[in-house]
């Protein structure tokens, strides 16, 4: 296997072909030459060794997102152009120092993976977890979610609406007093992101969250629409709450997606929100480290707020 592209640590030592060393331990990596991502635009193909080694050089940027909340993998054990599984229930083979997390769903309940360490990412990788779904709440409190999610899905691949909105949103949100973080989606747009207290249930994060959408459609009625119906939407940018809810994931950050030239969902700042080159599948495996190494979130608060506050101005504000 080749090395990991510049991780800069003392896992980040060429491995043996076969296993890769992280955090202390050896993780064995089965068929590491099998291509995952086949050649494109004159490209090489990605492998399973690729992969592995793209996800252990963002560890130290994508552990802290992923760690204590339940997980939903995309798997594609014969590369990305042949079908794909969704995966809630741990994998087979999973190692038993592999932390999991048992859920509550109806009629009975769930043991996901949760992905703490290196080891554990690098081991999901070899099991051709492409992409990673995470939950909006952690293990220990599931039904009180602390990141509620706007996900700005444009009607077609034009950044263009996806950037207005999320300018539109940010203004809001400004007024709401609520710090909120972009991320790419490596798709087709953004998530815009606020960290909560985890005071308020999936109910009324969801409720706050839908008026909040309503308020800003109601600005731009000709550019925004709260419809799920897509044929009711009329080419406007859809402003989706729909993954505030108990056992929904979003895609999670440093994410590689099944697409040609593997894009990566990557967080950005909002000043490079106003760049025109940023699209939402501008960062890639080939250069995702250079933009996780900037820490485009590290001004946003850690601490997550109250919604109650932000419920009354926003109620203020509704007509």
């Known amino acids: 296997m080749s ?13 043996a072909e076969g296993s890769v060393r992280a955090g202390g331990r050896t993780v064995r990596i089965h068929r590491p030459g099998k291509v995952l991502f086949p050649a494109s635009s004159g490209g090489a193909d990605l492998t399973k060794a ?11 940027y994508m552990l802290p997102e992923l760690r204590d909340r ?9 590369g990305v152009e042949s079908p794909r599984f969704m995966q809630k229930n741990i994998p087979g083979n999973y190692p038993d120092w592999a932390r999991r997390a048992e859920t509550a769903k109806k009629g009975g309940t769930v043991t996901h993976p949760v992905c703490d360490d290196t080891a554990t990412l690098v081991h999901l990788a070899d099991q051709a977890s492409i992409t990673f779904h995470r939950w909006l709440s952690r293990e220990d409190r599931p039904d009180f979610p602390d990141r509620l999610v706007f996900d700005l899905d444009p009607a077609d691949d034009d950044f263009e609406p ?5 300018l539109l949103l940010g203004e809001l949100l400004d007024e709401l007093s609520l710090p909120a973080t972009l991320m790419t989606t490596g798709s087709k747009g953004l998530h815009v992101i606020v960290r909560l207290d985890r005071a308020a249930g999936f109910d009324e994060v969801r409720g706050f969250a839908t008026d909040v959408a309503r308020v800003l459609a109601a600005r731009a009625p000709d550019r925004l629409t709260t419809e799920q119906r897509t044929d009711a939407r009329g080419g406007r940018l859809y402003l989706d709450v729909q ?7 979003a895609v999670a950050p440093f994410s590689v997606r099944p697409r040609e030239g593997a894009p990566v969902a990557t ?3 909002w000043d490079q929100l106003k760049d025109p080159e940023v699209t939402a599948r501008r960062w890639t495996v080939t250069n995702v480290l250079e933009q996780a190494r900037t820490r485009p979130w590290s001004g946003v608060p850690a601490r997550g707020r109250a919604l109650g506050p932000a419920r009354r101005r926003l109620d203020a504000l509704s007509p």
């Open 243 to 249: 993954r505030n809810a108990y056992a929904q994931t």
């Open 50 to 60: 690729d992969l592995v080694e793209n996800y252990r050089s963002v560890a130290r």
């Open 162 to 166: 996806v950037r207005d909105a999320a």
């Open 3 to 15: 090395s990991t592209r510049g991780a800069g640590s003392a896992d980040s030592a060429p491995a």
């Open 70 to 78: 339940p997980l939903m993998l995309e798997r594609h054990p014969d």
């Open 267 to 269: 967080p950005i700042s």
